[in-house]
Nanobody
Framework: QVQLAESGGGLVQAGGSLRLSCAAS????????MAWYRQAPGKKRELVAA???????NYADSVKGRFTISRDNAKNTVNLQMNNLKPEDTAVYYC??????????WGQGTQVTVSS
């Protein structure tokens, strides 16, 4: 069974940057559309960014121009570069298959906290 492990979260001031990484236990990153999601306290999990197997990307309106999703096939990772972070970006971030695919078991996620 595929396992996903997110890392790279932390505490950062507004305007700062973080780079999240998601490693998969099996060689799926090259072939499967992947996405980053986030869940803030008291809110539903939401899609942040997605990348198709062909490399096309799409983003939630709230992060367009600030976040970049990418994939490293050699390392079997999918990454999320987050710039100009805002307090409303505070959430637990998860990676998983893109919404059009069947989800893998959810990992622990990585906490991102942005202070004002």
């Amino acid at each position: 069974q595929v396992q996903l492990a997110e890392s790279g979260g932390g505490l950062v001031q507004a305007g700062g940057s973080l780079r999240l990484s998601c490693a998969a236990s099996e060689n799926i990153i090259s072939f499967v559309g992947m996405a980053w999601y986030r869940q803030a306290p008291g809110k539903k999990r939401e899609l942040v960014a997605a990348i198709t197997g062909g490399g096309s990307t799409n983003y939630a309106d709230s992060v367009k121009g600030r976040f970049t999703i990418s994939r490293d096939n050699a390392k079997n990772t999918v990454n999320l570069q987050m710039n100009n972070l805002k307090p409303e970006d505070t959430a637990v971030y998860y990676c998983n298959a893109a919404p059009t695919a069947i989800a893998y078991p959810w990992g622990q996620g990585t906490q991102v906290t942005v202070s004002s």
